[in-house]
């Protein structure tokens, strides 16, 4: 067997459904792991990447709409593709805001599944390559002082400087020191860089 | 004092009578007693057509002692029998005295001068001479006429002489022989009779001789006819004992002198020393002790007896004579016997006796007599009087009684009573005729009872009482009488007529007849109910015959009601419901039900059938036992087809009622069919996958092409399911698995009440109850108030749906559906049932109606009830049974 292309979850409550699902994901060469409830589906050990999620969106315990907000709150990140008996349009509309990749009505063609995947998958991987990446620059701006941190802040708006000396109440020197320091960590060869480096860090301008 | 008018009884009471007997007595003897006895013979006035006359010869003078005698009593049987004595001519010849024939001629000459113009019709000749004399001289004296003559002597020698006339004698004889047998019997030692006789009596002694004949041997016999007076008398004064004298006749003796017998006789009498019997009753009571007589007063009777006879026509002469018998009477002087010593006893029967006052006591007897009876019968008259009185004191006292005793019936009667007459006035009225008719007693006797009578019942009643002028009763006649206030009264009369008056008693039948009345108005009426009422009527007997029906019911089963009376309610009863109808009537004979209705068929006479509603009640016998049935028949056809075509329209109705909730159904069933749609397309797009592959996924086709099949068919389920809510069935009753039946329904629901975030409870307390009920029609109750739920919590923070089952008892369930919606108007909570009512926008409004409809189907019932919390439930009772009446 090839390798498994990703792995797909699926919470289905209907029995039938689940198989033929499973049974069509794993023809389609993917890993698929079916969990009948959103609870069961909590209580996975660790998700894999990359992966998706297959939703139906009423469920017997919580519909899919309050899981996808779930698992945002959790901060799995999973790409989701809805699934619905019938579908209303207010709801594929929220779904869609939250970040789903698909809403798809049953029955569904194969391709439309089959492409939704795919295309979830790609996210994900893309989410994960993101994640990485994120966690890389974090580990190394964490290796950053506070007052090289906040420095870093200051930095990233631009400012000259005098003026973040001015700012922070401290010499222009220990500002440049401190920026030196800071390209030397972060491996940013320029300011725009460090803006983008902290824009995945999730850090803030200071102003 | 006589209190009441007329007695009440019309008896006769026999109080008077014996005073009045008494008092008879009394003046009839005062006056016999102490008045002269004389009989008053009244002058008859003769109705012969012509007088009859007769002519009397007597041969002697009229002084003579036999004519004294013997003529009065002629002359009174002669009045006594119709002859007037102007048309008795009684001639005396005196021929005795003279008997000289120039005499003899001379006096015929005059008798045929004298009645030369009138003939008699009789000619009477007393004594022989008479007779002889009729014959001789006077031959040519009334050749015609026939002669009676009596006291002749020798008629064989009157037959001697043939004149050509026709002649009666009654002779006369001397009972010698039968005197001296009652003078022997009397005096039976004589020894001597002496016979006297005068010169001019030789016969009479040769009659004597012959007569005494027997004796001859054993008496001595002296015969007097030849001597003088003195010498009789002389003889007889000295008569040895022993000796008896009979004094016949001395008419002359030896010496020539004629004299009246009858003074010889007293002189004998006198002069004897002997008892002295005659012959003749003209010497009784001069002396003579009597003897075996001839009567001249019953000769003289006897004479005048056969003279009517002969004028009568009783007695036709034919022969020239014709003699009678000869009678004799036996007589005696009372005081001659007592002189002589003789007992009455011996004496003949029928002897009479003369002289009969001896002495002066016996003289005044019949005064003392009469006084004392006069007395006697005065006291037996006071005594009668008195026990008159007493008797009439009793009687009054008893007929007071008996009166009182009447009065109180004749007052305490209820009905009238009365006497009226038949000129038409009350005479008496008791007090019910004051009652019934208002009137008082004098105004209802002041006028004739004619004026208080109907008018229209005048003229019979006036036939009424004519009738009983006839002396007819009349027994229950019935009229009208007016009363004091205007109305009237019928009154029923029973009246018997005595004489001129009524006696009467009415009863007051005014309520018998307004009762009648009533009853013959309340029979029309029944009659007319029964007969034109516009439901079947029919009286049946407990076997089910036919006893009396109306036409209404004829015309309901197209048979006549002779047709009708023929046959059983079962001959007529289609076969399916006999047994129902047999049933009931059966629970109601024995008495578990007093009245059934039942719905059944009768097969009409052209063979079509008609529905009928049918109640039938019980009549029964005053024993108790039943007697026979009332039904009432109700065509019920027309209502049974309406019944059936309203269920159509409710099954209909339902249906429609299904299809228009089926909105929010629809949406889960698609859901359920995309399911299983999608399955299968997973499935077989799964498989062409796998068919692409060279290696095996052959275990997996057979469980891919399982999995489409089942999925196919559980999509066909669910069109199975929307199907038979969208179709249009008739009601059918099926045994159900209840909790089966919900859960089904719940089960539909289930994505509807995931996609509305409503929590669903079932609380189902009926496992294994199986109820009879139609499902789809009961599921779509539930889906009515599983979707109204739904409605009411929209817009519910908390939308929590309850479904609850419980068994209220062995027979009924309850189910619930409770909501924690907005609840429901405490207003609304009844009006919720009726049709058209809504509380939607868009509602049709029929949901609910529909839904209780189908449940009371049931045999249940739908209510609803606000929650304490939030929401409101609605639940629906159900009989385990389905509702289906037994």
Not at chain 2, 93 to 110: I, P
Not at chain 2, 612 to 618: I, P
Not at chain 2, 839 to 867: F, M
Request: net charge neutral.
């Amino acid at each position: 067997m090839s390798a498994p292309k990703g792995i797909v979850y699926i919470v289905e409550d209907d029995p039938s459904f689940r198989k033929s699902m499973e049974r069509l994901i794993l023809a389609s060469g993917y890993e698929v792991v079916a969990c009948e409830s959103a609870n069961s589906f909590l209580g996975q050990a660790s998700i894999r990447h990359p992966g998706c999620l297959l939703l139906d969106v009423q469920l017997p315990d919580i519909d899919g709409l309050r899981l996808q907000q779930k698992l945002i709150e959790k901060g799995i990140r999973l790409p989701i593709i809805f699934m619905t008996g019938h579908g209303t349009i207010p709801m594929s509309v929220q779904a869609m805001k939250d970040g789903a990749v698909d809403f798809l009505p049953k029955p569904f063609k194969t391709k439309d599944i089959l492409s939704a995947i795919v295309k979830a998958h790609e996210r994900d991987a893309h989410i994960v390559q993101e994640d990485f990446e994120k966690k890389e620059i974090k580990a190394l701006i964490d290796t950053l002082t506070p007052r090289e941190k906040e420095v870093l802040r200051w930095v990233i708006t631009g400012r000259l400087n005098k003026q973040i000396a001015y700012d922070l109440g401290i010499t222009e020197k220990t500002v440049i020191v401190h920026r030196s320091r800071i390209m030397q960590k972060t491996r940013a060869s320029s300011v725009a860089e460090l803006v983008r480096l902290a824009e995945k860090a999730d850090i803030s301008p200071a102003a | 004092m006589e209190r009441k008018k007329h007695g009440i009884l019309n008896g006769r009471v026999k109080v008077v009578t014996f005073g009045q007997v008494c008092l008879f007595l009394t003046l009839l003897v005062t006056w016999h007693v102490s008045a002269p006895a004389h009989a008053q013979a009244e002058p008859q006035v003769s109705s012969a057509p012509a007088p009859k006359r007769v002519v009397l010869l007597y041969t002697y003078g009229d002084g003579l002692p036999a004519y004294q005698k013997a003529t009065p009593a002629f002359l009174s049987v002669m009045t006594a029998g119709g002859i007037n004595l102007n048309d008795l001519f009684l001639e005396y010849l005196d021929l005795q005295r003279n008997h000289s024939a120039e005499y003899r001629q001379r006096l015929a000459d005059s008798l045929r001068y004298k009645y030369a113009k009138s003939t008699p019709d009789l000619i009477v000749a007393v004594h022989t001479e008479a007779l002889n004399f009729l014959l001789d001289e006077g031959k040519g004296l009334f050749p015609d006429v026939p002669v009676f003559s009596y006291l002749v002597v020798r008629p064989e020698l009157i037959e001697a002489k043939n004149t050509g006339r026709r002649i009666l004698i009654r002779p006369q004889s001397l009972d010698m022989k039968g005197t001296l047998e009652m003078a022997l019997k009397m005096f039976p030692q004589t020894r001597r009779i002496v016979f006297v006789t005068g010169t001019a009596e030789q016969r009479l002694e040769h009659q004597a001789k012959r007569d005494f004949e027997p004796w001859r041997n054993k008496l001595e016999f002296d015969l007097t006819s030849d001597r003088s007076v003195e010498e009789i008398l002389q003889s007889v004064a000295s008569l040895p004992p022993q000796s008896t004298v009979i004094y016949c006749n001395v008419f002359s003796d030896k010496t020539g002198r004629t004299f009246i017998p009858r003074d010889i006789g007293k002189m004998v009498a006198k002069a004897a020393n002997a008892p002295v019997f005659c012959l003749w009753d003209t010497l009784i009571g001069n002396g003579p002790i009597g003897g075996s007589l001839l009567s001249f007063e019953a000769e003289g009777t006897y004479a005048a007896k056969v003279v009517l006879d002969i004028l009568n026509g009783k007695i036709v002469l034919t022969k020239p004579v014709t003699t009678l018998p000869t009678s004799k009477t036996y007589m005696f002087d009372w005081q001659q016997l007592k002189r002589w010593g003789v007992n009455e006893n011996i004496l003949p029967k029928g002897s009479v006796l003369v002289n009969q006052v001896p002495t002066l006591w016996e003289q005044y007897k019949g005064l003392v007599i009469g006084g004392i009876a006069a007395f006697l019968a005065q006291t037996l008259l006071v005594i009668g009087l008195l026990f008159q009185r007493y008797r009439k004191i009793r009687a009054e006292a008893s007929l007071h009684q008996k009166t009182e005793e009447l009065d109180q019936f004749f007052n305490v009667s209820l009905d009238l009573l009365c006497i009226a007459n038949t000129d038409g006035y009350f005479l008496r009225l008791n007090a019910a005729a004051e009652t019934i008719l208002g009137y008082t007693h004098d105004e209802l006797m002041a006028r004739p009872f004619f004026d208080f009578i109907h008018p229209d019942d005048l003229l019979r009643t006036q036939e009424a009482v004519s009738i009983q002028l006839l002396q007819h009763k009349v027994i229950h006649f019935e009229n009208r009488y007016r009363c004091k206030d205007g109305t009237y009264h019928w009154l029923d009369w029973t009246s018997v007529p005595v004489g001129n008056l009524i006696y009467a008693a009415a009863r007051d039948i005014t309520d018998r007849k307004q009762s009648e009345e009533a009853l013959r108005e309340s029979e029309a009426r029944f009659r007319a109910t029964f007969e034109q009422a516009t439901v079947g009527v029919a009286h049946v007997s407990t076997e089910g015959r036919f006893l009396r029906i109306n036409p209404k019911f004829c015309d309901i089963v197209g048979y006549s009601p002779a047709e009708l009376l023929e046959f059983t309610d079962r001959d007529i009863t289609h076969s399916d419901d006999l047994d129902a109808d047999a049933k009931q009537i059966n629970r109601l004979l024995r008495g578990e039900i007093r009245t059934y209705v039942l719905e059944k068929r009768y097969v009409r006479k052209d063979g079509g059938l008609v529905w009928a509603r049918l109640t039938a009640s019980l009549v029964r016998k005053e024993s108790g036992e039943p007697d026979w049935l009332v039904t009432i028949i109700e065509d019920i056809t027309a209502r049974k087809e309406a019944a059936s075509e309203r269920i159509q329209l409710r099954n209909e109705l339902a249906h429609v009622q299904r299809m228009s909730s089926m909105g929010l159904l629809s949406s889960a069933l698609a859901h359920e069919l995309n399911q299983s749609l999608g399955a299968i397309l997973n499935n077989a797009s799964t498989a062409q996958i796998l068919i692409s592959k060279p290696k095996g996924g052959d275990t997996e086709f057979g469980d891919i092409l399982a999995d489409i099949i089942t999925d196919a068919m559980h999509a066909g389920e669910v069109i199975r399911k929307i199907r038979a809510i969208v179709k249009k069935e008739q009601t059918k009753f099926e045994q159900w698995n209840l909790n089966l039946l919900i859960e089904e329904v719940v089960e539909l629901y289930r994505n509807v009440f995931n996609l509305e975030k409503i929590s669903i409870l079932l609380d189902l307390q009926t496992d294994f109850v199986h109820i009879r009920a139609d499902r789809v029609q009961l599921q779509q109750v539930l889906m009515n108030l599983i979707n109204n739920a739904n409605e009411a919590m929209g817009e519910s923070f908390s939308k929590k749906l309850k479904i609850r089952s419980t068994m209220q008892s062995p027979d009924m369930i309850i189910v619930s559906v409770s909501d924690s919606g907005t609840g429901i108007d405490e207003a609304n909570k009844d009006k919720l049932f009726e049709p058209f009512f809504t509380t939607k926008k868009d509602g049709l409004g029929i949901g609910l109606r529909i839904c209780r409809s189908i449940i009371e189907e049931h045999g249940g019932r739908i209510w609803v009830e606000n929650n304490p919390d939030a929401g409101a439930t609605f639940s629906f009772s159900l009989k385990v049974n389905g509702g289906e009446s037994e």
